[in-house]
């Protein structure tokens, strides 16, 4: 007997499609990064001193190594390869192979490598115009609301929509900065030096794979965000006098 297709079912498919594509790429960085943290003592130095080595080796004695809160990352502004405390005090293959990474941006920026500039000045465009977006989200209701005039509303929301997705669109354009600084940079850097043990030869190419996917796998997060605001919008609508979440705004 053949089963009945129900509409309900290709929908709910969809919505697993959606979070795959949303979730997958955040919880494999997450996992790879995680797996290879462990043993903590697998190489004698420090994610930290191995950036101060490589960059002393490549003349870069002006960018200085710093440990941070905010995700690793390279600074060019400050001329500053800045590593998670995990990865500046730690010695696993994460932190050497993460800290080789963010030298290699340090390498394109030494170079004037044109997508590296590129990317700096989009993200130096793109965060004002981030947090323009995050106020005309967190205002639209009330303006909503208090005026009586849902297109209002409805004006910032979409003003919302397009700054908050720039994030994305940054860093997918971007993408192949990150994948020449893991793979033109960092592994030539760890075998012409002969950093690794040769059995994680291959363990450190997926981890490259993974730091170059961050930032992306990171905001593709924020389209949870977009489709939040987006599900308001719908259930508000033009004949409604204002906007009306489920839960408090500050909440998303």
């Known amino acids: ?14 919505i697993f499609v959606v ?20 043993p903590a003592d697998r190489y004698k130095g420090t994610g930290a001193q191995l950036a101060r080595w490589l960059l002393n080796k490549h003349g870069l004695e002006n960018v ?10 390279y600074d060019p502004v400050d001329k500053a390869v800045r590593l998670t405390p995990d990865k500046y005090e730690g010695q696993s293959l994460t932190a050497i192979t993460v800290a080789a ?19 700096s000045h989009l993200v130096r465009v793109v965060g004002p115009v981030q947090r323009v977006g995050a106020g005309a989200l967190m205002a639209a209701p009330f303006i909503g609301m208090l005026t009586r005039a849902p297109s209002v509303g409805l004006i910032m929301l979409g003003a919302g929509f397009l700054t908050l997705a720039t994030s994305t669109l940054v860093h997918l354009v971007t ?49 949870l965000l977009i489709a939040r605001w987006w599900a308001i ?20």
């Open 233 to 252: 919008l719908r259930r508000s609508g033009p004949g409604n006098a204002g906007f009306r979440p489920s839960r408090p705004l500050n909440s998303l």
């Open 64 to 73: 200085s190594v710093q440990t941070t809160d905010q995700g690793d990352h």
């Open 101 to 119: 990474h963010e030298v290699g941006h340090a390498l394109q920026d030494k170079e004037a490598y044109a997508p590296l500039r590129l990317r």
């Open 19 to 38: 979070l795959a594509l949303v979730f997958g790429p955040s919880l494999w960085v997450r996992n790879v990064l995680k797996r290879y943290s462990e």
């Open 175 to 223: 993408l192949p900065t990150e994948f020449d600084a893991s793979f033109n940079r960092a592994l030539p850097l760890l075998d012409d030096h002969r950093v690794l043990k040769e059995v994680d030869r291959p363990h450190a190419r997926r981890l490259l794979t993974a730091a170059a996917l961050t930032d992306v796998s990171a905001s593709l997060m924020s389209l």
């Open 1 to 14: 007997m053949r089963a009945r297709y129900h509409p309900r079912m290709g929908f709910i498919i969809l």
